[in-house]
T-cell receptor, first 110, second 119 residues
Framework: DAKTTQPNSMESNEEEPVHLPCNHS???????IHWYRQLPSQGPEYVIH???SNVNNRMASLAIAEDRKSSTLILHRATLRDAAVYYC???????????FGTGTSLTVIP | GAGVSQSPRYKVAKRGQDVALRCDPI?????LFWYQQALGQGPEFLTY????????KSGLPSDRFFAERPEGSVSTLKIQRTQQEDSAVYLC?????????????????FGAGTRLSVL
């Protein structure tokens, strides 16, 4: 299973963009990159996923490096409700075991 | 709509007691997962069901841990003879599909968890 490296913590000012990096240098060619986040006292929730191309949805954007060894989750305008732990999870196409790691704890400053 | 429901939200057990944690997945979801989350750590996979079949239990830490999903819907995680190291949040997740992580139907939806404290 691909291992990931994420910063332990990051800070952002409210209403500014946030770029959350993830290194996954051992990712295999068919692993999809998923991002989940966990708000305090809640279970994780899905944010976005992709394979090679950059992806956008209503929550965030996902930028995937050309060599796929890293990706960046982009929150375009951070709000206080975005304060959470963000997990980057490579998942095999036919697999469904999630290995979360320790994630990045995002603090949003008003 | 109704999400994944877990009960109880909090459970305090004396060391040596047996506990049972319940998970009600989203209706119609085929796949069900259990995770254990220690304080300050990410969730760790315990076991996976596809309908009533337990296809992967590689993450269960010991034979004191047992999970079942007899009718392919509600699932129970049972811990026998609880130990202090079992104290954690136990998370349940369900997904509509059978695998293939590229498909949106395989997104996992999590409950809020059960916080188990073993004294």
């Amino acid at each position: 299973d691909a291992k990931t490296t994420q910063p332990n913590s990051m800070e952002s000012n409210e209403e500014e963009p946030v770029h959350l990096p993830c290194n996954h240098s051992t990712i295999s060619g068919t692993d999809y990159i998923h991002w989940y986040r966990q708000l305090p006292s809640q279970g994780p929730e899905y944010v976005i996923h992709g394979l090679t191309s950059n992806v956008n949805n209503r929550m965030a954007s996902l930028a995937i490096a050309e060599d796929r060894k890293s990706s960046t989750l982009i929150l375009h305008r951070a709000t206080l409700r975005d304060a959470a732990v963000y997990y980057c999870i490579p998942i095999p196409n036919t697999g469904n075991q999630f290995y979360f790691g320790t994630g990045t704890s995002l603090t949003v400053i008003p | 709509g109704a999400g994944v429901s877990q009960s109880p939200r909090y459970k305090v057990a004396k060391r040596g007691q047996d506990v049972a944690l319940r998970c009600d997945p989203i209706s119609g979801h085929v796949s069900l997962f259990w995770y254990q989350q220690a304080l300050g750590q990410g969730p760790e996979f315990l076991t996976y069901f596809q309908n009533e079949a337990q296809l992967d239990k590689s993450g269960l830490p010991s034979d004191r841990f047992f999970a079942e999903r007899p009718e392919g819907s509600v699932s129970t995680l049972k811990i026998q003879r609880t130990q202090q190291e079992d104290s954690a949040v136990y998370l349940c997740a369900s997904s509509l599909g059978l695998g293939q992580s590229k498909l949106a139907k395989n997104i996992q939806y999590f409950g809020a968890g059960t916080r188990l404290s073993v004294l």
